[in-house]
């Protein structure tokens, strides 16, 4: 609902309410809704579908879930059907749909797809889950730079070049030191050296900031490459073997069933995510530096007005952003692949850009993005390994088709930051 001016018999102006209905929420549920109740009808499958809830590794033993396919697909597609209707009626009648309806058809509508997709097979939870994380703890920190700084008017685009840089600068120095750690410094300073050149251009030269961006993708996808083929791939035993950081599991918190072995028996740059997500998330809308960095994104005249250097601050928070960028990168060369290699990053950059969009330009919605995202890439991987009859090429398709649907389906029409994209010329 609004209020809107009204004018009233007498000549007298009112406020009147206007009334709003709220579709989007409720459309994309039918929507989803009926693609699933089309792949049910047109590929049916039978048989048993399990689920290990537990994991080897762990104490505590669970017990291997089994249901029939058919019937449980076609009653929880009911309970898909009752949900979306109810998303409907909350529009008609003016409501705004609870945020717990959509969490909970997410939840049901992935359990009823798995459960077609492991017809006669089985599904490890857990081992899904943490490979989920996995994918996406790149994501997230390319989220969190994209995130800080948009936050701040600079439509970082270069995120792509801050995860090569920094997965080049981690993989060699950690290879040369014998040392994880000075790898991940190396990283923050490779994403840093990007972050810069797009800051210098576009904040003290006017250039369009998505121009600038694009470019150094460009410029680092070629110069990694060329380093690659020149010093690596030469020199690989000694430039191309980075030590990784090995897995630490926190004493009963990893021994949690199913959540345990996925979020507290992992490397320290998981660790260190959650403690970026938290500390950002804080900060942005907690702190000094939050409330400052806000104002100079959304109206940089008033900024200025209060003594705020607007220039400086996007200068500096631009960097602050690709350090944490430069993390990301370091994730693919010293825990995930173990070496750098050509174009590893497989434009990784652009979805964590579409994660911070999807995300609204917050920290904590952005993370929860780039999880969706790496839950999808994922999927991808383990529908291959059931043998689903949906085409390889089709699942090649979907981590990209969810972001595309998510960015364009589900946040189309939500407004950035005002100033995000513009420079600004003190007057």
């Not at 499958?45 to 033993?61: A, T």
């Not at 998330?281 to 000094?288: D, I, Q």
């Not at 839950?375 to 991808?380: G, K, M, S, Y």
């Amino acid at each position: 609902m609004s209020l809107a001016p009204a004018v009233a018999a007498d000549g007298t102006i009112q406020l009147a309410t206007v009334k709003v209905r709220h579709w989007k929420m409720a459309i994309s549920l039918a929507i989803a809704t009926f693609l699933l109740f089309l792949l049910f009808l047109l590929v049916p499958r039978d048989g048993v579908s399990s689920f290990r809830l537990g994991d080897r590794s762990s104490s505590i033993e669970l017990p291997t879930v089994s249901v029939p396919t058919a019937p449980t697909t076609w009653g929880v597609l009911i309970v898909l059907v009752l949900l979306t209707a109810w998303a409907l009626w909350d529009a008609w009648s003016y409501r705004r749909t609870g945020v717990w309806l959509p969490i909970v058809y997410g939840v049901l509508a992935i359990f009823a797809f798995l459960t077609w997709a492991a017809a006669g097979g089985l599904v490890p939870v857990t081992g899904l889950l943490f490979g989920s994380l996995s994918l996406a703890i790149p994501l997230i920190f390319g989220a969190l730079g994209g995130v800080i700084g948009e936050r701040v008017g600079v439509v970082n685009v270069a995120i792509e070049g801050q995860f090569l840089l920094g997965a080049f600068s981690a993989a060699m120095l950690a290879s040369i030191t014998g040392n994880p750690f000075v790898g991940l410094i190396g990283a923050m300073i490779g994403g840093v050296l990007v972050a810069f050149v797009l800051a210098a251009f576009s904040i003290k030269y006017l250039v369009d900031q998505v121009i600038v961006g694009v470019v150094l993708n460009v410029l680092v996808t070629g110069l990694t490459g060329f380093l690659y083929g020149a010093l690596l791939v030469p020199n690989e035993s000694v430039l191309n073997r980075p030590v990784r950081f090995t897995r630490w599991e926190i004493p009963l918190l990893g021994e949690i069933p199913i959540i345990g072995p996925v979020l507290f028996n992992q490397t320290f740059i998981v660790y260190l995510m959650y403690f970026t997500v938290g500390i950002v998330a804080w900060g942005l809308y907690r702190t000094r530096w939050g409330l400052r960095l806000r104002a100079v994104g959304e109206h940089p005249q008033a900024a200025d007005t209060v003594g705020i250097k607007v220039n400086t601050s996007r200068f500096w928070n631009v960097s602050l952003a690709g350090a944490i960028a430069g993390i990301g990168g370091a994730y693919f060369t010293l825990v995930s692949v173990g070496q750098f290699t050509k174009e590893m990053t497989a434009g990784l950059g652009f979805i964590a850009l579409a994660a911070v969009i999807f995300g609204r330009w917050d920290p904590i919605r952005a993370t929860l993005a780039a999880l969706l995202f790496g839950f999808a890439t994922n999927l991808q991987n383990l529908l291959t390994v059931l043998g689903t009859p949906i085409p390889s090429e089709f699942m090649l398709m979907l981590p990209y088709l969810v972001t595309i649907i998510a960015v364009a389906g589900f946040a189309g029409q939500i407004r950035g930051p005002a100033a995000a994209g513009k420079p600004y010329i003190k007057g």
